[in-house]
C-alpha cells in the first residue's frame, strides 16, 4: 500500500516563476491537507481540501497561492511569482476521515527553492 | 490562537542517557499526536493520545497526555543514537476541520 506521494521532491525556480506541487494521497483517502516548513521553524498549516472542494484554506497567504484537489489527479498547490521567502519544504497529508482523532500520514516533501 | 510551545529546542545527549520533551499550551486539545521527522522526510506518526491521563508507551518512549489536556510529554529511556531526529507534538485545531497545529520541534541529538 503506497504511502502519499509527492513531486518533485526537489524544485528550483527563479524569482518570478511559478511552482507546482503535486500530492497524491494515499489509497482511500480523501482528505488532503498542505503544510508549510520554513527553515528552523515548526510545520505550520496552509489549506485542507476535499475532493473538488476546498474546506479550510485559512493559513493560505492571500496572494499568489492557490490549491486544488479534482476528482481525477492528485491535489496541486501552485504558486505564483515566487519570491525568495517562499523557499521553504511544503508537505502533504492525507486522511481517511477529517475526525476530530484523525490520524494524518505525511508526504516525504517538496522542496522548493527560489533563488 | 492555539499554540503549542514545546521544550527544550535542542537536546544533546550521550547514549543511554534518559530524556523528556515537553508540550504545553493554555488551550485544551481534543488529542494530540507526536511526530519524529529525518532529515529530508516528512513528518512520520509515532502516537496519539487522546484520553487526558493517557499513558502510552512504544518500546522505550512512554508519552503522557495531561489531565486537563492541555499538555504532554515524550520520556524516552536509555536514548540510543537510533533516537536521533527532529520530534514534533501536533494537535487538533479548535476549527474541527482536523488541521494540525504543531509545536516547533525538539531538535535530539545521542551521541554513542
Known amino acids: 500500500n503506497a504511502g502519499v506521494m509527492q513531486n518533485p521532491r526537489h524544485l528550483v525556480r527563479r524569482r518570478g516563476q511559478e511552482a507546482r506541487l503535486r500530492c497524491s494521497p494515499m489509497?482511500?483517502?480523501?482528505?488532503v491537507y498542505w503544510y508549510r516548513q520554513l527553515p528552523e521553524e515548526g510545520l505550520k498549516f496552509m489549506v485542507y481540501l476535499q475532493k473538488e472542494n476546498i474546506i479550510d484554506e485559512s493559513g493560505m497567504p492571500k496572494e499568489r497561492f492557490s490549491a486544488e484537489f479534482p476528482k481525477e489527479g492528485p491535489s496541486i498547490l501552485r504558486i505564483q511569482q515566487v519570491v525568495r521567502g517562499d523557499s521553504a519544504a511544503y508537505f502533504c497529508a492525507s486522511s481517511p476521515t477529517a475526525a476530530t482523532y484523525n490520524e494524518q500520514f505525511f508526504g516525504p516533501g517538496t522542496r522548493l527553492t527560489v533563488l | 490562537t492555539q499554540l503549542l510551545e514545546q521544550s527544550p529546542q535542542f537536546l544533546s545527549i550521550q547514549e543511554g542517557e534518559n530524556l523528556t520533551v515537553y508540550c504545553n499550551s493554555s488551550?485544551?486539545?481534543?488529542?494530540l499526536q507526536w511526530y519524529r521527522q529525518e532529515p529530508g522526510e516528512g513528518p512520520v506518526l509515532l502516537v496519539t493520545?487522546?484520553?487526558?491521563?493517557e499513558v502510552k508507551k512504544l518500546k522505550r518512549l512512554t508519552f503522557q497526555f495531561g489531565d486537563a489536556r492541555k499538555d504532554s510529554s515524550l520520556h524516552i529511556t536509555a536514548a540510543q543514537p537510533g533516537d536521533t531526529g527532529l520530534y514534533l507534538c501536533?494537535?487538533?485545531?479548535?476549527?474541527?476541520?482536523?488541521?494540525?497545529?504543531f509545536g516547533q520541534g525538539t531538535t535530539l541529538q545521542v551521541k554513542p
Open positions: 489509497k482511500g483517502h480523501s482528505h
Open positions: 501536533a494537535g487538533i485545531g479548535s476549527s474541527n476541520t482536523g488541521k494540525l497545529i
Open positions: 488551550s485544551v486539545f481534543s488529542s
Open positions: 493520545v487522546v484520553t487526558g491521563g
